[in-house]
């Protein structure tokens, strides 16, 4: 019964993207699906990780508490890929085929259901050393790399050696 309803009244979505086409060609898709877009902040949101790194930033300054979010990106990276996985999405999607996956992950996690579809091979970093490099890519020095981090300068050396 639960599912014939959710059918009935299929739930609203807003699409976050840096690239407003894009944005618009997603909301598209999704309204071609039955999935209603809107402007305000529904209950859950798709969040098209277009330019790279418009996810990380949303999920670090925007996330709205309480929402369901489906993350996806092009991005293959695993370095990349696992910062946003660091941030607990309920749907990840790594290198996919988005016009295809996106309704079905609202489906999905409209019904509940938390997964990722990211690629199999992996870069193993620790969650410390993505964060060094996350620093160094931001161009920040050592010691404010140590700072927002809260480890030592130290540490932050032996990170980068480690790595180079």
Not at 92 to 99: F, I, Y
Not at 129 to 136: A, D, H, N, T, W
Request: aromatic share 4%.
């Amino acid at each position: 019964m639960s599912d014939h309803l959710e059918s009935l009244n299929p739930p609203s979505v807003t699409v976050r993207c840096g690239i407003p086409a894009l944005q618009k060609m997603t909301e598209h898709g999704l309204t071609e699906q039955g999935f209603p877009c809107v402007v305000d902040e529904a209950r859950i949101i798709v969040v098209v990780d277009a330019p790279y790194g418009f996810a990380l930033d949303y999920l670090h300054t925007c996330r709205p508490p309480h929402a369901t979010l489906i993350v996806a990106t092009g991005n293959t990276c695993s370095a990349y890929w696992e910062e946003l996985q660091d941030q607990q999405p309920t749907v990840l999607l790594v290198g996919t085929d988005l016009a295809r996956e996106v309704a079905d992950a609202v489906r999905r996690a409209a019904a509940g259901e938390s997964y990722q579809i990211v690629p199999t091979d992996r870069l193993v970093l620790t969650p410390t050393e993505r964060r060094v490099l996350r620093g160094i890519a931001h161009g920040l020095t050592n010691c404010q790399i140590a700072q927002t981090n809260g480890i030592s300068e130290k540490t932050v050396q032996n990170v980068v050696s480690q790595l180079y």
